[in-house]
């Protein structure tokens, strides 16, 4: 461990101390020396004995920085992890960053262009126009065309701080497992993999234009919902220049009502665009907090979400999403036998799985929501319960579909959030319902036949040519196996008459024995010559 390393080790055990984070310890975790260690750092008391496990672990995370508060933003989705208590409180994190100073901004900037801010841009503006953890957005004018764009500039010095304190999160996460009791089943290694995963992908900003790019592509010309142009010839890992948008933030109700807003429309059209996403493109924005939605000012009747940071999105196969088509369809009718067998079926877990036992653990964790009225029932907590089920049943943890089943959740909030009376299973079934019939059947086999007919075309002047290639290469083999068949034929009789050959010459052998011992005179010498002859003949036959 490097001194840097270990003054932050220290600065972190302080923090965790300082909130009373020991308590998170069971008694018969904490081993003498453990305890008297703990006693001895008496200027690190918890200084909050006030405030429940919940608030001190939020508040601790806090104090360590963006690193940590990221991290329990993140954790905040786990509640398949981690009891209510602690999950809601860690989905209160909030990244207030200060912003960092223009200047240093554009001296990033200018480094990643490798030239002037002025060659490209008017109007550069040193004030930031929002901060965040890992970024920091500028706006300014395109030179090119007279575009308003926003400039989002990596925070400098961020790098090196999360790789450092990832490294810590490793070390910590290593000692977990020894001081919780439930610490192997919360499988902290694979949690920091996955965090550091999603933060080391959100340091390239080239990740975030692409997926932008792709995004705006899917939406093309949509009424539902627009995504901002990304100018990728000024783009670089740590610069992203994109069309400026002005809308109402998604999270500004007021403001969208003020507008006139449509909301009964606004909150189905969030959940249609989650849907569109998730199975017609195969490619979700899955990094949805009110700070990346916004809502469009004009046709407030017929309102167009805006989308930005797409940084994080997610994608399911095609079997996935056959299969999570399947079960919200047989969840919704009760047939808890079909969802079991569609777990196995889709390999989710292991195939020799005990359906009978399984369809028994989903019925008891889902028949109680069918108590509530279908409008009231959360999809995504639907998905929770099913994944928390089959986890018992030795599920692996599927990442996309952990991002599938957070971004339902968020979606289903904000729409209730928007429309309470928003009824979720009669906005989406048509479209699931749609989606299932166009994957069988007649429609899927002329939607297989459209895609493969190019391909088909292409390949037709060349069909005569293969076809007499491959006649030859028939012709060919059959030669090639005739004549292997002949060497084997030829090779069978061989050693057929080698071995009739040593029986001869050892019936001669034995009949020359037999005489000798009779003291038979000169018929030995003479069988057991030819005894040997006949057997020189035979070995040569087999050779
Ligand atoms: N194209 C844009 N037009 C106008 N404002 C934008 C644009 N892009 C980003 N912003 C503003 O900058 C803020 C931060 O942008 P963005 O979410 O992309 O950064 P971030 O670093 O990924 O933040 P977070 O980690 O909170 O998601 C947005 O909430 C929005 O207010």
């Known amino acids: ?15 965790f101390l300082t909130h009373g984070l020991d308590e998170l310890i069971p008694k018969m975790r904490l081993t003498w020396p453990l305890r008297m260690w703990c006693r001895s750092l008496f200027w690190m008391r918890n200084k909050h004995p006030d405030k429940a496990l919940g608030e001190r672990l939020r508040l601790a995370l806090q104090t360590l920085g963006p690193v940590w508060i990221k991290f329990g933003q993140m954790m905040s989705t786990r509640r398949d992890l981690f009891p209510p208590v602690i999950a809601d409180q860690l989905a209160l994190l909030q990244d207030q960053v200060a912003p960092f100073d223009g200047e240093l901004a554009r001296q990033h900037i200018e480094a990643s262009m490798g030239g002037k801010l002025e060659q490209w841009f008017d109007d550069f503006d040193p004030q930031a126009l929002a901060s965040a953890s890992i970024a920091q957005v500028h706006t300014a004018v395109l030179k090119s ?27 910590i996460a290593g000692w977990v497992p020894k001081l919780l009791p439930d610490g192997r089943r919360l499988r902290p290694r694979e949690v920091v993999r996955e965090y550091e995963k999603t933060l080391l992908d959100e340091l390239n900003l080239l ?18 919902m627009y995504v901002p142009e990304v100018f990728s010839d000024y783009c670089h890992e740590n ?8 809308g109402i933030s998604i ?12 909301m009964k429309v606004l909150a189905e059209r969030g959940v249609q665009i989650f849907f569109t996403q998730v199975f017609r493109d195969s490619f979700f924005h899955a990094d949805m907090h009110p700070g990346n939605i916004f809502v469009s000012y004009a046709t407030p009747e017929n309102p167009q979400y805006i989308g930005i940071d797409c940084g994080i999105v997610g994608s399911l196969s095609k079997g996935d999403k056959r299969y999570l088509a399947e079960n919200f369809i047989a969840f919704f009718n009760r047939d808890y036998r079909k969802v079991a067998e569609l777990h196995v079926d889709s390999g989710w877990v292991p195939l020799d799985t005990n359906v009978e036992e399984f369809e028994f653990a989903i019925r008891t964790v889902c028949e109680p929501i069918f108590e509530k009225p279908l409008s009231e029932i959360s999809f995504g907590h639907v998905l929770m319960n099913l994944f928390n089920t089959a986890r018992r049943f030795n599920m692996e943890v599927q990442p996309q579909l952990v991002l599938l089943q957070k971004t339902l959740l968020y979606i289903e909030g904000l729409g209730r959030q928007l429309y309470p009376q928003l009824d979720l299973w009669t906005t989406a079934k048509p479209f699931l319902e749609t989606w299932m019939r166009d994957q069988v059947g007649i ?24 076809f007499y290639d491959s006649l030859r290469q028939h012709k060919e083999l059959q030669n090639s196996i005739d004549k292997l068949n002949a060497q084997i034929g030829h090779r069978q009789e061989k050693q ?15 009949g020359a024995t037999i005489l000798l011992a009779n003291h038979i005179p000169v018929w030995p010498v003479c069988l057991a010559g030819a005894g040997a002859v006949v057997w020189l003949i035979g070995w040569q036959k087999a050779a």
């Open 1 to 15: 461990m490097t001194p840097s390393e270990f003054c932050r080790l220290y600065v972190i055990v302080r923090v």
């Open 145 to 171: 065309n007279g575009q308003e764009v926003v400039l989002k500039v990596i925070r400098p010095d961020i790098k090196p701080i999360i790789e450092a304190d990832i490294r810590l999160m490793y070390r």
């Open 207 to 224: 990740r975030e234009a692409a997926n932008t790019i792709q995004l705006r592509r899917n939406f093309d010309n949509s009424p539902m």
């Open 239 to 246: 610069v992203l220049v994109m069309e400026r948008i002005f």
């Open 251 to 262: 999270a500004d109700i007021d403001a969208l009502e003020a507008n006139g807003t449509n």
């Open 443 to 466: 429609p899927a086999l002329a939607r297989a036949l459209k895609e493969k007919a190019p391909y088909w075309i292409e390949k037709l002047p060349e069909l005569p040519e293969l």
């Open 496 to 510: 057929n008459q080698s071995r009739y050959l040593f029986g001869v010459g050892a019936t001669l052998l034995i």
